[in-house]
């Protein structure tokens, strides 16, 4: 009953390649994040998505291109890698209800660029 | 804009100590308080929340007050557990005009047997 899934757990590519993370929620939220963490456990928000819109867009590169087919789904595709994008990357969602916020975190994706 | 500070890790406790993980804030008006877990290998869960002034906010033997007056809101627990080893992360719900989470740095805690 897993409530954010992300596929893969583990990816491991080369600099210049192009890849894909999948996220999808199975509890009805509307709004859905990408987060990277790196190294060092800091947390940095990329994007966030309401009902398939983009509501925020934080300073990342355009290489990195969400998309978000459905509201139960977010997806992000990176082109051509580079080194510094090695992280974790945690997809989130988060409900409408009141003013209590809480985000639920998949499991992470663990990219590693070489 | 808004902002937290946590204390800065890592933290190692033997089982049974006393844990105290500091916490304060810069917001524009009255958000919501969190403690996120992180425990190796997996995505953040919440811990606790407190949504307004002088609440508290507990599980698993973790407590947390909305202290409005220190704009603080410290992680305690009276008796860690080698299970408790985990990075905790303190996070303020929107204010003014943050429209998401602000998460703090993360405080790494391990406990020793």
């Known amino acids: 009953d897993t409530a954010v899934s992300q596929t893969p757990k583990y990816l491991v590519t080369q600099m210049g390649n192009d890849k894909s993370i999948k996220c999808e929620q199975n509890?009805?939220?509307?709004?859905m994040y990408w987060y990277k963490q790196d190294s060092k456990k800091f947390l940095k928000i990329m994007f966030s998505y309401n009902n398939k819109e983009l509501i925020i867009n934080e300073t990342v590169p355009n290489r990195f291109s969400p998309k978000s087919p459905d509201k139960a789904h977010l997806n992000l595709h990176i082109n051509s890698l580079e080194l510094g994008d090695s992280a974790v990357y945690f997809c989130a969602s988060r409900g409408t209800s009141g003013r209590a916020y809480e985000q639920y975190f998949g499991p992470g994706t663990r990219l590693t660029v070489t | 804009g808004n902002s937290v500070t946590q204390m800065e890790g890592p933290v190692t406790l033997s089982e049974e100590a006393f844990l105290t993980i500091n916490c304060t804030y810069t917001a524009t008006g009255y958000p919501s308080l969190f403690w996120y877990v992180q425990y190796p290998g997996e995505g953040l869960q919440l811990l606790l929340k407190a949504t307004k002034a002088d609440d508290k906010g507990s599980n698993k033997g973790f407590e947390a007050t909305y202290r409005k007056e220190t704009t603080s809101f410290h992680l305690e627990k009276g008796s860690v557990q080698v299970s408790d080893s985990a990075v905790y992360f303190c996070a303020l719900g929107p204010s003014g005009s943050a429209r998401q989470l602000t998460f703090g740095s993360g405080t790494q805690l391990t406990v020793l047997p």
């Open positions: 509890l009805g939220h509307d709004t």
